[in-house]
T-cell receptor
């Protein structure tokens, strides 16, 4: 069965610190997709990244980077030199392609507080 | 203008009332979804639709119904609202034709049932 675990409920860091948000997933499918979304205090959900199961290359986008490791079923998200504007709840999600439905399973989210 | 819009953005209602939440999209996507978000539980899928003639239940469909009036419109109804349906509701869209099926979310509707 699908499952996404975000064990860190809340993390607080001081501005300019680096922070890593953990995401561990479970799936029996060989073809699947992983996602990260950001939910700022205003409430909307903002898409950050999508990664498919065949692409284990790490990705960097500005201060954001993602580390996908199939061996540990993890898709961790690192923010370098955090800023107050990074304060938000971050969700990791899994979608299995072989089921044909592409339904998402979300983790419970990690609340990141960046203190000035 | 936003690609995915939801109306109303906030709603307070009483137990037993019928409520409809509406979602419209201009992204041209074929797939639409309704989720609810509760503190500590993340997002859970209520219903999803892959085209106008296709409606499917998600993991928590009891107490809800949906209507796909057009490709661009997907509404969620609470026939008789109850307090534990107080939550933040999100509509999302995706387009499998692009090969990614990435879901894009509306701004959310905060519903309070008294």
């Amino acid at each position: 069965a699908q499952k996404v675990t975000q064990a860190q409920t809340e993390i607080s860091v001081v501005e300019k610190e680096d922070v890593t948000l953990d995401c561990v997933y479970e799936t029996r499918d060989t073809t699947y997709y992983l996602f990260w979304y950001k939910q700022p205090p205003s409430g909307e959900l903002v898409f950050l990244i999508r990664r498919n199961s065949f692409d284990e290359q790490n990705e960097i986008s500005g201060r954001y980077s993602w580390n996908f490791q199939k061996s540990t079923s993890s898709f961790n998200f690192t923010i370098t030199a955090s800023q107050v504007v990074d304060s938000a709840v971050y969700f990791c999600a899994l979608s299995e392609a072989t089921s044909g439905t592409y339904k998402y399973i979300f983790g419970t989210g990690t609340r990141l507080k960046v203190l000035a | 203008d936003a690609d995915v819009t939801q109306t109303p953005r906030n709603r307070i209602t009483k137990t037993g009332k019928r409520i409809m939440l509406e979602c419209s999209q201009t992204k041209g996507h074929d797939r639409m979804y309704w989720y609810r978000q509760d503190p500590g539980l993340g997002l859970r899928l209520i219903y999803y639709s892959f085209d106008v003639k296709d409606i499917n239940k998600g993991e928590i469909s009891d107490g809800y119904s949906v209507s796909r009036q057009a490709q661009a419109k997907f509404s969620l109804s609470l026939e008789s609202a109850i307090p534990n349906q107080t939550a933040l509701y999100f509509c999302a869209t995706s387009d499998l034709q692009t090969g990614t099926d990435t879901q894009y979310f509306g701004p959310g509707t905060r519903l309070t049932v008294l």
